[in-house]
Antibody, heavy 116, light 108 residues
Framework: EVQLVESGGGLVQPGGSLRLSCAAS????????MNWVRQAPGKGLEWVSH????????SYAEPVKGRFTISRDNAKNSLYLQMNSLRDEDTAVYYC?????????WGQGTLVTVSS | EIVLTQSPGTLSLSPGERATLSCRAS???????LAWYQQKPGQAPRLLIY???SRATGIPDRFSGSGSGTDFTLTISRLEPEDFAVYYC?????????FGQGTKVEIK
C-alpha cells in the first residue's frame, strides 16, 4: 500500500525556519517525481515545489523561491522541504504528493502556522 | 505563468443531475498535463482525471474529462451524494505548475 506521511509542521514565528519531511512507503520512491502543495486555511490548493526522481530537475513557485528548498533522499525514501524566512502568508497545510502529470497519492498533510 | 480559471465558482445541483465544470487556461496546456482533483473537507485531494481525459485508478465512470488547448471540462454524469465536494483543475506541463481556484459542487 502506497503511503506518504508528512511531519515537521508546527508553530513558528515570522522569520523562523522549519523543515518538513515526507516518508514514503509501498512503492519505488526513487522512480517518481515528488511535489509539495499547500493550502491556506479556507483557501484553494497552491503548488509549492517539484523535484524529479533523480533530483536533476527542481522548480519552485514564485512566492517561495529563494526561501524554500526541496530535496530528497532516495536511500531513505524521504522528501524534504526546508522553509526559511517564514512569513504569515506561509501558514497552511503542506501536502507531499507523488507524480508528474497527475498527483496520484497524497499525504494527510502537516500544518504550518507562522505567527508571533 | 499559466493561469487556470474555473467556472462556475459554485454549482448547486441535486443528486442524479449532471454536473459540468469548466477550466480555462490563459495559455495552451499540453493535454498530457491537465488533471482534475476532488477534495472533501478535512481530506487530502484525490486524483480523478489525468491527461485531460484518463480516469485515475478506482474512479467511477460517471466522471469524465475532455478538452484540449485552453478549454477543459470535467463532467459528472449523475451526481451521487458522495460527489458533493470541491473540484480543482491543475496543469503541470510548465513551471510554475498551477491550480485553478476550485469549483464547489453543493447540494441544491
Amino acid at each position: 500500500e502506497v503511503q506518504l506521511v508528512e511531519s515537521g509542521g508546527g508553530l513558528v514565528q515570522p522569520g523562523g525556519s522549519l523543515r518538513l519531511s515526507c516518508a514514503a512507503s509501498g512503492f519505488t520512491f526513487s522512480s517518481y517525481s515528488m511535489n509539495w502543495v499547500r493550502q491556506a486555511p479556507g483557501k484553494g490548493l497552491e503548488w509549492v515545489s517539484h523535484i524529479s526522481s533523480s533530483s536533476s530537475t527542481i522548480s519552485y513557485a514564485e512566492p517561495v523561491k529563494g526561501r524554500f528548498t526541496i530535496s530528497r533522499d532516495n536511500a531513505k525514501n524521504s522528501l524534504y522541504l526546508q522553509m526559511n524566512s517564514l512569513r504569515d502568508e506561509d501558514t497552511a497545510v503542506y501536502y507531499c504528493a507523488r507524480g508528474l502529470g497527475g498527483y496520484d497519492y497524497w499525504g494527510q498533510g502537516t500544518l504550518v502556522t507562522v505567527s508571533s | 505563468e499559466i493561469v487556470l480559471t474555473q467556472s462556475p465558482g459554485t454549482l448547486s445541483l441535486s443528486p442524479g443531475e449532471r454536473a459540468t465544470l469548466s477550466c480555462r487556461a490563459s495559455q495552451s496546456v499540453s493535454s498530457s498535463y491537465l488533471a482534475w482533483y476532488q477534495q472533501k473537507p478535512g481530506q487530502a485531494p484525490r486524483l480523478l482525471i489525468y491527461g485531460a481525459s484518463s480516469r485515475a485508478t478506482g474512479i467511477p465512470d460517471r466522471f469524465s474529462g475532455s478538452g484540449s488547448g485552453t478549454d477543459f471540462t470535467l463532467t459528472i454524469s449523475r451526481l451521487e451524494p458522495e460527489d458533493f465536494a470541491v473540484y480543482y483543475c491543475q496543469q503541470s506541463g510548465s513551471s510554475p505548475r498551477t491550480f485553478g481556484q476550485g469549483t464547489k459542487v453543493e447540494i441544491k
